[in-house]
């Protein structure tokens, strides 16, 4: 005698969605800005969503967030914001210290209108304090023909800095301490911009 079952269970599908995170700047001196990009893309019938956050933590680590999967609902912190539209857009951010961020995307639907979470990968932004230093000119005083080297003093920034010097007579250079030979009298100047993690600062100085 032979014969047949049925196995009749219903099974539900859940959609799911992604999230990138980006960051136009991972580097930048306190008081400028970041833009943050963000995309979120969608797989499956949904009922609601998605919807998209942004969470951040000072420091390298990545802020704490629910693990990816189905069944799992954001938790909105003090160090939280929803991201508007939830689909994709840009947000600047202008962080006082080193922050990292990270993105999190949920849709709902299905047959048991479950809720799927999804994370970005951490994006850090690096953050130095400002440029600033000064320059000096040696020896100070000279008769025509002599040299005078000009000097800059950086200070801020991350540390590797760039330079750009002008002034009288043509004083020209790109290196922290340019040379400069005079054939007429009279009082010489200079000017350095100094540059370090995209910000920059003109020094003028007198010999």
Do not use: H
């Amino acid at each position: 005698m032979s014969g047949s079952i049925f196995c009749n269970f219903g099974i539900g599908i859940a959609p799911t969605c992604g999230m990138t995170l980006s960051a136009d700047k991972t580097s930048i001196v306190n008081g400028s800005s970041s833009k943050l990009t963000w995309k979120v893309d969608t797989f499956g019938s949904s009922n609601s969503g998605p919807a998209a956050y942004l969470s951040w933590q000072a420091g390298t680590v990545p802020p704490t967030t629910i693990s990816n999967g189905i069944f799992r609902t954001f938790v909105p912190t003090a160090n939280s914001t929803a991201l508007s539209p939830a689909s994709g857009g840009t947000k600047n951010v202008s962080p006082t210290k080193t922050t990292t961020y990270i993105g999190t995307c949920t849709v709902t639907g299905g047959s048991f209108n479950s809720t799927t979470l999804a994370n970005s990968a951490p994006v850090t932004v690096t953050v130095y304090p400002p440029v600033s230093g000064s320059c000096s000119a040696s020896p100070t005083s000279i008769t025509t023909g002599q040299s005078s080297t000009w000097t800059a003093s950086p200070s801020g920034g991350n540390g590797t800095y760039t330079y750009s010097w002008s002034g009288t007579n043509s004083l020209s250079g790109t290196s922290k301490s340019v040379t400069k030979a005079y054939t007429n009298t009279g009082t010489k100047t200079a000017s350095v911009k100094i540059s370090s993690a995209g910000s920059s600062k003109s020094i003028r100085e007198l010999p």
